[in-house]
């Protein structure tokens, strides 16, 4: 900074503009560049240049991270500046040289957009009449404590002390130290606003002061710092000696050539590939050269632990009975069918063509609370197998699958090769559980890491970051978990072999309970069968008022509180037995959590019942619509924008064929129809309500009711056809759960109906449809078929117009 002595006298305009600065004080006097960012800030240097004087006041604002400050947070006193050079830089910004000219206060803000003017008022230093001894003594020792404080190592500028001998000018003098001080903000304002120059030299000299206790206290610092480093080494010196004299005495320290010997022995008894015993050789004698005790040698070190503690050619030897895994599947899960099947057909494969088989790679997907965890366990028992379970739920760091480079501090492999360390075999199953709630961030995208892993033509040579050489997972079971299908990228989707798993029945589930999850509990609560006894209707009434899922979680905990209960009594010393029974259940869970009184009692006018598919199992979704006098269609319920062109299509088909479903021409003109879909705080979007959409139509408008016991799902097109969606299973063991016999579904989808079992397809009556006439026919309560009113409704329109008119 320069400081320039002109301009004393300075005359200005009482408006000027207001530039605010951060984290800096600008002082009289002081030349110095500034960088302009802000675009109000740009508006007011050019304001400024647009007049003659090219004068602009500086005032430093109270927060510097505050991007645009409040007239509140701008200090009063600034200083009033020349512009002596502006530039402007590429990025948007101006780069300006200003001089401090004179003190100015502000008394009032004139405006604030697009910047800031403000009405100013000029401020003078009180006037010394003559320059005492006690001052000059007091300028002497502030030049001499800051030469002090630049040879105690202060960067400042080298001429500083050179100008400082020519001026005589007290206030000057305080000025130019403070602004070669780099004080906060808050301090050199404070230095600004005190208009005494002996006071202002004062405070200066206390500043020098306590900079000067500072330097000195940094430098006994550095000394510390100094003699602490001395004697880290002399601690190392002694530390040799020590060994040293063991050595002489034959305590025996351990020789790094023992350590050396060790890596090799381990190397020759795991059995590497070629490629690794190469490289992992080439480190061991990297390690043998090197210092114990330094950092590298630290690191080559823990590397060579996980080379040498890799299952590369250990393995688990396997079950190949089929009967055997057939028996141990079947006593861990209750049907599950199509999974059983492909395990059971994996082992006759590995039975057959013996050990150069490649793992499969299976994705069981379905809804929270089915087994697909627990399934993999039970898979794993049934091959002999050993089980490892990674969790890959919020996952966002590709490190995770692929491992961290060496160069890292605290690097290691990525969860894949720490698994094989963990169960000491290279063909264990690995559970990949929640793969579909993988993340991704700037860190990389650990689905994408995958892609290798789960490929069975790459994964032989997979290569751990870390490990940096290739290792065969070929002989892995890779199992991924998911719940909804459609998160996982499709290049992932696409290497894995997707089993979907559904929800199960009520009555999968009574058997379930009475089979696994009961005695399950009665051995964790410490009750015994003499002192409980579920009975069918017990369980029917937990699973039908007290949950409401596809799987079986919330199941198994009502089950566990009703143990718990039946505990307590027994505690107390009530001895009695208790028969779980419906109202038992009530008595010991409190009121129903999940009643009927939803379901519709009666064939109700523009109530239809839908189907829909969640990634907790289907559900029932009541469709209800109302008309009123105006015009237009209301839409309510969260919908999505599939949903709502569902609708618009269901709309725009209705309206082509109202003659023929009698249907008044000017019905969509007269009324104002308003359809909703409960509950009203759950999201729904897809297109498979489209045929329900339009019953309900159809139904409002021909005032004809719908069955109560019909329910429906399918796409509906402008030209009426039904085209098929997904989750059939889904959606039809919600309809049995609220005992609707009737499920019309389109007529693409009765190849879905395999996956149902025989028995539970005898309960439902699912009547395949191509158009949607066929859906009006089935669902509607004394539907004719086409009907024309053409010539009465236009009688209507008549007779109603007329009063309008008037």
């Known amino acids: 900074m320069v400081t320039n002595y002109e301009g004393d006298n300075i005359e200005?305009?009482?408006?000027?503009?207001?530039?605010?600065?951060?984290?800096?004080?600008?002082?009289?006097?002081?030349?110095?560049?500034l960088f302009v960012g802000r675009e109000s800030s740009i508006q007011a240097v050019e304001h400024a240049l647009n007049e003659s004087n090219r004068l602009i006041l500086l005032s430093s604002q109270k927060d510097i991270t505050a991007e645009s400050p409040a007239p509140s947070e701008i200090y009063e006193l600034g200083t009033v500046a020349m512009i002596m050079r502006m530039r402007k830089l590429p990025d948007g910004r101006i780069k300006i040289l200003?001089?401090?000219?004179?003190k100015a206060r502000?008394?009032?803000?004139?405006?604030?957009?697009?910047?800031?003017?403000?009405?100013?008022?000029?401020?003078?230093?009180?006037?010394?009449?003559?320059?005492s001894v006690a001052v000059n003594a007091l300028m002497r020792t502030i030049r001499e404590q800051l030469e002090r404080v630049i040879t105690q190592g202060k960067v400042l500028s080298p001429d500083i002390l050179m100008v400082l001998e020519d001026i005589q000018d007290p206030g000057r003098l305080a000025d130019l130290v403070a602004s070669n001080l780099n004080l906060h903000v808050g301090e050199a304002q404070m230095i600004l606003e005190i208009l005494d120059p002996i006071e202002r030299l004062n405070r200066i000299n206390d500043i020098l002061g306590r900079e000067l206790e500072i330097l000195a206290m940094q430098a006994k610092i550095k000394n510390n710092a100094k003699e602490e480093i001395?004697?880290?080494?002399?601690?190392?010196?002694?530390?040799?000696?020590?060994?040293?004299?063991?050595?002489?005495?034959?305590?025996?320290?351990?020789?790094?050539?023992?350590?050396?010997?060790?890596?090799?022995?381990?190397?020759?008894?795991?059995?590497?590939?070629?490629?690794?015993?190469?490289?992992?050789?080439?480190?061991?004698?990297?390690?043998?050269?090197?210092?114990?005790?330094?950092?590298?040698?630290?690191?080559?070190?823990?590397?060579?632990?996980?080379?040498?503690?890799?299952?590369?050619?250990?393995?688990?030897?396997?079950?190949?009975?089929?009967?055997?895994a057939q028996k141990i599947l079947d006593e861990d899960h209750f049907d599950l069918r199509k999974v059983k099947e492909r395990i059971l057909e994996y082992l006759a494969v590995r039975r057959l063509k013996g050990k150069n088989m490649k793992g499969p790679i299976l994705c069981f997907s379905g809804p929270p609370g089915v087994g697909k965890t627990s399934l993999g366990k039970s898979i794993a028992k049934s091959m002999g197998r050993e089980f490892v379970r990674i969790s890959l739920g919020g996952v966002k760091d590709e490190a995770e699958i692929r491992g961290h480079r060496r160069t890292y501090v605290g690097s290691m492999p990525g969860r894949v090769i720490q698994a094989l360390k963990q169960v000491k075999t290279n063909n264990p199953v690995i559970l990949l559980d929640e793969v579909d709630k993988l993340g991704g961030d700037f860190k990389g995208d650990p689905s994408?890491?995958?892609?290798?892993?789960?490929?069975?033509?790459?994964?032989?040579?997979?290569?751990?970051h870390y490990l940096n050489v290739p290792f065969d997972l070929s002989?892995?079971?890779?199992?991924?978990?998911?719940?909804?299908?459609?998160?996982?990228?499709?290049?992932l989707r696409d290497r894995m072999e997707v089993i979907n798993l559904s929800g199960y029945t009520q009555e999968e589930k009574v058997q379930i309970s009475k089979k696994y999850l009961i005695p399950k509990q009665m051995e964790e609560n410490g009750i015994s069968d003499d002192h409980i006894k579920f009975t069918d209707e017990g369980v029917h009434a937990v699973i039908e008022h007290f949950t409401s899922e596809a799987g079986l979680r919330n199941l198994e905990r009502k089950i566990g509180a009703l143990c718990r209960k039946v505990a307590m009594k027994i505690a107390k010393g009530e001895a009695d037995k208790t028969h779980i029974v419906t109202n038992t259940v009530f008595k010991l869970l409190g009121p129903p959590v999940f009643t009927r009184e939803d379901d519709n009692k009666e064939n109700e006018v523009g109530v239809c019942t839908g189907l829909a598919w969640t990634a907790a199992g289907g559900e029932i979704l009541y469709i209800e619509s109302t008309k009123m006098k105006g015009k237009g269609l209301t839409l309510t319920g969260q919908l999505g924008d599939v949903m709502k062109e569902s609708a618009q299509t269901a709309v725009g088909f209705i309206r082509s064929k109202a003659l023929d479903f009698g249907i008044s021409e000017d019905a969509f003109e007269e009324n104002e129809i308003h359809i909703h879909l409960p509950a009203g705080a759950i999201p729904k979007d897809g297109p498979s309500a489209g045929i329900t959409l339009a019953t309900t139509l159809v139904s409002l408008?021909?005032?004809?009711?719908?069955?109560?016991?019909?329910?429906?799902?399918?796409?509906i097109t402008l030209t009426g056809k039904v085209l098929p969606v997904g989750g059939i299973k889904e959606k039809a063991l919600a309809a049995m759960r609220r005992n609707i016999d009737t499920v019309i579904i389109p007529w693409k989808n009765q190849k879905d109906l395999v996956d149902i079992p025989d028995e539970y397809r005898a309960k439902i009556n699912f009547i395949p449809v191509k158009s949607f006439e066929e859906v009006l026919e089935i669902a509607l309560e004394g539907w004719e078929g086409k009907t024309t009113f053409k010539k009465k409704e236009k009688t209507k329109k008549k007779t109603n117009t007329t009063p309008m008119a008037a």
């Open 98 to 102: 200003v001089q401090g000219l004179t």
């Open 448 to 464: 994408s890491a995958l892609l290798e892993v789960l490929d069975p033509e790459q994964n032989s040579t997979f290569r751990d």
């Open 230 to 324: 001395s004697k880290n080494q002399k601690e190392f010196f002694l530390r040799e000696q020590i060994k040293a004299i063991k050595n002489e005495l034959g305590d025996g320290v351990e020789e790094p050539e023992d350590e050396i010997a060790e890596f090799k022995a381990k190397v020759e008894k795991a059995g590497m590939p070629e490629e690794v015993e190469k490289e992992t050789l080439k480190q061991v004698q990297r390690l043998e050269k090197m210092h114990p005790d330094s950092s590298e040698s630290s690191i080559v070190r823990s590397y060579l632990e996980w080379l040498t503690e890799l299952p590369w050619s250990t393995s688990s030897e396997e079950h190949l009975d089929l009967d055997l």
């Open 106 to 131: 502000i008394k009032d803000f004139i405006s604030e957009e697009p910047y800031f003017v403000a009405k100013v008022d000029k401020v003078e230093d009180a006037k010394i009449e003559e320059t």
């Open 12 to 33: 200005f305009k009482e408006d000027l503009p207001l530039l605010p600065v951060r984290d800096i004080v600008v002082y009289p006097f002081m030349i110095l560049p």
């Open 475 to 491: 002989n892995v079971m890779f199992i991924a978990t998911s719940n909804v299908l459609e998160n996982i990228p499709g290049p």
């Open 701 to 715: 408008l021909t005032e004809k009711a719908i069955k109560k016991s019909v329910a429906m799902t399918g796409e």
